[in-house]
C-alpha cells in the first residue's frame, strides 16, 4: 500500500534519490541538474524540523517511490498579496512508474496546500526534449487543476568555451560554441572611484528588501520578499552568494547566485543567477556589477551561466557581446490548491527558477 507523507531522511538521503531517479530516466539524453545536500538544507531549510512537512514523499512499506518539495513564498498578483509555494523535484523511483505514484504525491500535496491556505504550487515544467516526462505528466494527467501561465527561456552567458562544449549533449551547439569561442569576450570590471562592489552584509537586508520589491513591482506575478527570505538568498544563511554595487556610499542594486552542477556528456559547474536587481543602476554600474558576479563564478569553476528569463529585470540587460538567448523550453505552471482559478494574463514574472 502506498503512504504518501512527510519525508524522513537525511539531505544526503534526498538528494541521492533525486538525483538517481533523473539520471535513471534522462542520462545521455537530457541534462540532469545535481541538486545537493547542501542546496536542499539551504533551499529547503532542512535542518529546521517544523520545515519536513513541506517535503512530500511516497513510500511503500519503508521503501521510498518518489517526492515532491516545495518551500512556502509571499506571492502578488497586482496588489493581492497571498501565500503559495514554489514547488519542484518531483521524482519517482522507475520500480515505481505506471503505479498513480506521481498523481498520489500532486494529490497529498494539493491536500498539504489546503490544510496551510496554501493557494497554489508553482514550478516548471520541461518541454524541450521529447524524453521529458514533465509535460506528459502536468499537462496531460492533470490538467483539472494545473494552469500553464506562460513559457520560459534563459540567458546564457558561456565562461569556459571548451569546458562548455565538451559538456552539451547537443553536438550542433557544442561544435557552434567551439567556434564563435573566439568572440566571447571575458568579464570585466570597470574601475570607478563612485562604485563599489562588494559582498552583502547583514546590515544590508533592509536596503535590498526594499530594492528588490521595488525593481519587481511591474512583474505580474512575483514573490514578495521580507527580510527572513531575501537574507537566505543573500546568502547569509550559507550556499547562495551575492554581490551589492554601492553608489558613493549607498546601495543601489544587488545579484544573487549559486552554482548548481549539471551533468550533460560530463558534469559540470553551472552559475545560476538569481536576484539581479539593478533598476537604480546607470547602465554602467549594471553592467560592472553583473560582470563582478560571473568573475565571481568563474572563479568557482563555473563553466556557463544562466539567467531565468520571465521579464523580472530591465530590458535590454543582457542584450551584450557574449551573452546568448535561448528560445522558450519550460512551461511556468500553477497547480491550485482548491479548483482552479481563472488568472489574468501574467507575462512579467518574477520568481526562482528551481
Keep these: 500500500m502506498l503512504e504518501v507523507r512527510s519525508f524522513d531522511g537525511t539531505a544526503e538521503e534526498l538528494s541521492d534519490f533525486v538525483f538517481q531517479q533523473w539520471c535513471a530516466t534522462y542520462e545521455g539524453r537530457m541534462l540532469v541538474p545535481h541538486w545537493g545536500a547542501d542546496y536542499f538544507r539551504w533551499q529547503l531549510q532542512m535542518d529546521d524540523p517544523q520545515r519536513r512537512c513541506h517535503l512530500i514523499a511516497a513510500y511503500r512499506g519503508a521503501k521510498l517511490a518518489g517526492v515532491v518539495l516545495h518551500f512556502p513564498m509571499q506571492f502578488a498578483i497586482g496588489k493581492d498579496v497571498f501565500t503559495a509555494s514554489q514547488a519542484s523535484w518531483l521524482s519517482v523511483s522507475p520500480e515505481f512508474r505506471g503505479q498513480g505514484v506521481g498523481s498520489a504525491l500532486n494529490r497529498g500535496s494539493r491536500a498539504f496546500h489546503r490544510d496551510r491556505k496554501l493557494r497554489f504550487q508553482l514550478g516548471f515544467a520541461y518541454f524541450g526534449h521529447r524524453a521529458s516526462l514533465a509535460s506528459r505528466f502536468w499537462l496531460k494527467s492533470q490538467t483539472d487543476n494545473t494552469t500553464p501561465i506562460r513559457s520560459a527561456g534563459f540567458w ?199
Design 156 to 354: 546564457i552567458r558561456i565562461l569556459d568555451s571548451k569546458a562548455t562544449a565538451e559538456w552539451n549533449l547537443n553536438r550542433w551547439e557544442s561544435g557552434l560554441t567551439t567556434i564563435v569561442s573566439p568572440l566571447i569576450p571575458p568579464p570585466k570590471v570597470d574601475s570607478r572611484p563612485s562604485l563599489t562592489i562588494r559582498p552583502a552584509r547583514t546590515d544590508d537586508v533592509t536596503t535590498c528588501l526594499a530594492l528588490v520589491n521595488r525593481a519587481t513591482s511591474h512583474c505580474d506575478l512575483r514573490i514578495v520578499w521580507n527580510e527572513e527570505t531575501l537574507s537566505r538568498q543573500l546568502g547569509l544563511h550559507g550556499f547562495s552568494k551575492s554581490l551589492v554595487a554601492q553608489v558613493d556610499g549607498e546601495v543601489k542594486g544587488f545579484v544573487t547566485f549559486h552554482i548548481l552542477p549539471i551533468v550533460g556528456r560530463n558534469k559540470v559547474p553551472v552559475g545560476i543567477l538569481d536576484l539581479v536587481v539593478v533598476s537604480d543602476l546607470a547602465s554602467s554600474d549594471r553592467n560592472s556589477l553583473v560582470d563582478a558576479a560571473l568573475l565571481a563564478l568563474q572563479q568557482e569553476g563555473a563553466a556557463f551561466v544562466l539567467k531565468l528569463r520571465v521579464g523580472d529585470h530591465p530590458a535590454g540587460l543582457f542584450l551584450r557581446r557574449g551573452w546568448y538567448y535561448q528560445l522558450p523550453q519550460s512551461h511556468v505552471l500553477v497547480t491550485w490548491a482548491e479548483d482552479a482559478q481563472k488568472l489574468p494574463p501574467l507575462k512579467r514574472l518574477h520568481v526562482l527558477w528551481r
